[in-house]
């Protein structure tokens, strides 16, 4: 009697896996022995071995059988060997999380896993058990017995968001109860780090962080994804040394850049290759930094011959890095700063922000113009916090990053006084570590270079100081302001403007457009005094006194 009470408990495995169902009479309340039992009714589909899901799961689950070799997905061939052992060595309850970003394999890697097993994969889609409003503990316990009557592992599709969660508390509860006690093997893929904390007793927890892929692996799975399609190969070297892609991303990479060239109508071209890479960045970064549209080229820069070798060579270290880094085994000598961060010093309207404009265009990445004064927060770890969602955003984007008057935060550091002094400190080091970890570009942009701290300045691989222009620089600028189809008048003297007045080039820039309005409102014609009425606005907006000395005989033309 007492093992029959037992057998027909709530956490029997008879009710707990939804085996029988258990029913009253109606008029009145018999004891637990005295009830009515039936068999449920997909229990006894799998009796008569009908293939079917539980009706309750049916838009939520998928059973597979999978056919995939491990060896052609690209990972370290010792990670895939621990992978492999695990699976064979813990057949009692194994969880594998597997860490990576979209398009990393994480799916592939447990379908290839369940090939070598010779068992099938249920995939489970949480995202749509939780949106159907589904009792947590009931429909995770369904999941559990759909995967033992078919000898299944699972794949718990959309565990990241579940686990993170806070107002998915009963979800999480339930989750973790669901892949502890299951005999088989759970595969939860994380988009980020999470660990069980001893939420998990039971069966043996793995987090496996999925690495980057190589340059080597990069351009491997370019060549197979390209199969027909091959471009220049040059182009196909940089596409795997400039966009740090999952094999994912790759795929559909490829995918839109066909897309494009058939709308086009023509052969793939290496823009098109370009669009797609930049296409699979993620949109994260967009929410936390400005997105910087690069116009410019080598031809708009004017610059001393010396800063322009300097900035060329920035482009040079991205696109060797592979070749430095991996097959020269540099690499193994840098734990950290395998990026390129560089500083960018000269008074406003030098060229800075041109400057980083034209290596994001010639390497084909995204520029993203950070605000420090949007990062950096008065309250304790949050400043730290943002810094690490920029980073982690701007890897997933494969882009530049800007940080536009850097001396603000990276200023000359003074005796410590307070907690406050303390607290900058620690949010300016932990900012050079995301830098130094950050394999990409950055850029630190500065008005003032003596402001900047010189030990902070040592960490970084690359300063440039953009010198004020010269005459001979300024003409040439003046030159390059006014483009080939503007009606300039004859005698608009620009020999005399260059060293009249001396004005950085985005003053120049924005005095040749307005003394573009102005012709356009007047004579149709750019002439001297639409220039030297746009030179007297520019002063003015830079506070600068308007005098005969500088204006001379033109003084009369801006009189009133």
């Not at 892929?213 to 040394?241: H, M, V």
């Not at 080598?298 to 070749?323: A, F």
């Not at 060293?499 to 120049?508: D, M, R, V």
């Amino acid at each position: 009697w007492i093992a029959a009470r037992v057998a027909f408990a709530p956490d029997s495995p008879l009710i707990r896996h939804r085996i029988i169902q258990l029913f009253e009479d109606g008029q009145r309340s018999p004891p637990l022995l005295a009830r009515f039992i039936k068999l449920d009714d997909r229990i006894v589909a799998a009796l008569l071995n009908q293939a079917t899901i539980d009706p309750l799961l049916e838009s939520m689950v998928r059973l597979s059988w999978p056919h995939r070799a491990l060896s052609s997905i690209v990972l370290p061939i010792d990670l895939r060997d621990r992978m492999r052992q695990a699976m064979i060595e813990h057949t009692d309850g194994l969880i594998l999380a597997l860490q990576g970003s979209y398009g990393s394999g994480r799916r592939a890697i447990a379908e290839a896993l369940c090939t070598e097993a010779g068992v099938p994969l249920l995939l489970v889609n949480l995202e749509r058990m939780i949106g159907a409003d589904l009792d947590p503990e009931e429909s995770t316990q369904r999941v559990l017995r759909e995967a033992l009557l078919n000898g299944a592992a699972i794949l718990w599709l959309g565990g990241n968001r579940t686990l993170q969660e806070e107002s998915l508390s009963a979800w999480q509860t339930a989750l973790l109860a669901a892949m502890d006690t299951y005999p088989g093997c759970s595969f939860l893929p994380l988009d980020q780090s999470w660990e069980s904390r001893g939420a998990l007793q039971r069966n043996w927890f793995q987090r496996i962080e999925l690495p980057p892929l190589t340059y080597g692996e990069r351009e491997q799975i370019w060549r197979s994804r390209l199969n027909g399609d091959s471009p220049e190969e040059s182009t196909l070297l940089g596409l795997a040394s400039t966009f740090r892609l999952t094999g994912g991303q790759i795929r559909d990479a490829v995918t839109m850049a066909r897309s494009l060239a058939r709308w086009h109508g023509g052969e793939i071209t290496r823009d098109d290759f370009y669009i797609a890479c930049r296409a699979q960045s993620s949109g994260r970064l967009d929410s936390m930094a400005h997105k910087i549209k690069t116009t410019y080229d080598w031809d708009d820069i004017v610059l001393p011959p010396d800063q322009l070798s300097q900035l060329k060579e920035i482009c040079s270290q991205v696109r060797h890095r592979h070749t430095v880094l991996e097959r020269w085994g540099f690499d193994k000598h840098l734990a950290m700063g395998k990026g390129v961060n560089t500083l960018f010093a000269g008074s406003s309207g030098t060229g800075k922000t041109m400057s980083a404009e034209i290596i994001a265009s010639d390497l084909g990445l995204e520029l993203y113009k950070i605000d420090l004064s949007t990062v950096v927060s008065k309250y304790i770890g949050e400043t730290e916090k943002n810094l690490d969602r920029i980073f982690t955003a701007a890897r997933e984007a494969n882009a530049i990053l800007f940080f536009d008057e850097a001396d603000a935060l990276f200023g000359k550091r003074s005796e410590v006084k307070d907690a406050h002094d303390r607290y900058a400190n620690i949010e300016v080091g932990y900012l050079l570590q995301k830098m130094e970890e950050y394999d990409g570009v950055v850029i630190l942009a500065t008005n003032l270079r003596k402001n900047m701290d010189d030990a902070f300045v040592r960490r970084l691989h690359v300063a440039i100081d953009f010198p004020f222009p010269e005459e001979p620089d300024r003409l040439r600028i003046w030159q390059k302001a006014f483009p080939p189809e503007a009606p300039i008048a004859p005698e608009v003297d620009l020999a005399f403007i260059a060293k009249q007045f001396k004005l950085a080039g985005g003053n120049i820039r924005n005095i040749a457009l307005l003394s573009a309005f102005l012709a356009a409102e007047s004579t149709g014609q750019i002439e001297m005094i639409h220039i030297v009425k746009s030179i007297k606005r520019e002063y003015q907006k830079m506070g600068k006194l308007v005098t005969e000395t500088d204006f001379g005989r033109y003084m009369a033309l801006i009189r009133g």
